[in-house]
């Protein structure tokens, strides 16, 4: 067997073995991340982490 072959089949070998990952569901909306279970973010098993302070979002130029 020619070397440039044996390289291609060293090459296409390497590339074949190699693992790749796509895209994950992180929070599955048809399961309980979709809040599927309740209204409240405890009725889904998350956690409210914001403080009791109002955050007031303004829209436009001060």
């Known amino acids: 067997m020619p070397m440039y072959m ?4 060293w090459i296409c070998l ?3 073995s190699i693992r790749l990952y796509s ?13 599927e279970l309740g209204n409240t ?3 889904n098993g998350w956690i409210n982490s914001a403080s009791s302070e109002v955050n007031r979002w303004v829209l436009g130029s001060r």
């Open 41 to 43: 973010f405890a009725d």
């Open 6 to 9: 044996r390289s291609i089949l």
């Open 23 to 35: 895209q994950t569901t992180v929070l599955n909306p048809n399961g309980a991340g979709g809040f």
């Open 14 to 16: 390497l590339l074949s």
